[in-house]
Each structure stands twice: as C-alpha cells, then as structure tokens.
C-alpha cells in the first residue's frame, strides 16, 4: 500500500472535504497572482472541536520538470476549544487560505488537505502561461 492510496478525490460540487483551488487559467511568466484554496466551497464542511480541517499544503508541479515544489503549508489552529470545554471557545480558523506566487513555467498546482476525521483530500488545477 502507498499513501496516494489513502488520499481521496471527489466532485466539489457534491463533496465537502475536496479543497478547491480558485486563481487565473492563465498568467504571464512572473506576473504574481494570487492562489485560493477552500474546502466546502459547495457543501459546507463542519468547524467544531470534534470535526474540522487541520492544514492545507499547495504544491506546483512544473511542465517537463520531474519534481514538485512546495508552494507553502497553511494550518487551521483553533476549533472552538476552550477552558471550559469542547465549542466552548472564542475563535475558529476557517478553511480557506490565500497566497500570491509567480511562476515562470506552465505546470499543476496541487492542494491536498485533512479532516481529522475524514483523511486526505486533494485537488489540482493546471495553470498556462499566456
Ligand atoms: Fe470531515
């Protein structure tokens, strides 16, 4: 067994946990753009103490390059736990996540994410140059 076993792909439309990666089809080599990703964009995913999305990570895999890059890891913290008890708490990171990369090549990003008690999601988005 291998991890891309393990990590799941669905329709957004119809799937909550799928992390939908939102930017441009096409930008201009080192024009810096901005990159979105969220989970429930469609159906929305739960943010409570027992049932939430720990981090997103975005990668970008180059045209013809053999290695992907990691373009940044984003992690959602807090979930409503406090002192006094589960859903107690003052503040929940939802999540989404926003970022401004360039890029100088064509290529895939990739968004793979986790619900702690769903697993492993992913997603990708192929991106041209103009
Ligand atoms: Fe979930």
Avoid at 16 to 40: L, N, Q, S, T, W
Avoid at 64 to 83: C, I, L, M, N, R
Wanted: charged share 20%; proline share 5%.
């Amino acid at each position: 067994m291998k991890i891309d076993d393990l990590v799941r792909t669905a329709n957004w439309k119809i799937e909550k946990h799928v992390p939908v990666i939102d930017c441009m089809e096409a930008v201009a080599a080192d024009e810096v753009f901005e990159v979105k990703v969220a989970i429930g964009k469609e159906v929305a995913h739960p943010n409570t103490t027992e049932h939430h999305i720990n981090w997103i990570s975005l990668y970008f895999q180059p045209e013809g390059d053999k290695f992907p890059y990691q373009v940044g890891h984003y992690e959602f913290t807090a979930h409503g736990a406090s002192v006094q008890g589960p859903n107690t708490g003052a503040v929940y990171a939802h999540h989404a996540m926003s970022t401004w990369i360039k890029i100088n090549k064509p290529g895939t990003l990739f968004a793979i994410s986790i619900c702690n008690i769903h697993g492993l999601w992913q997603s990708s988005k192929e991106i041209k140059l103009k």
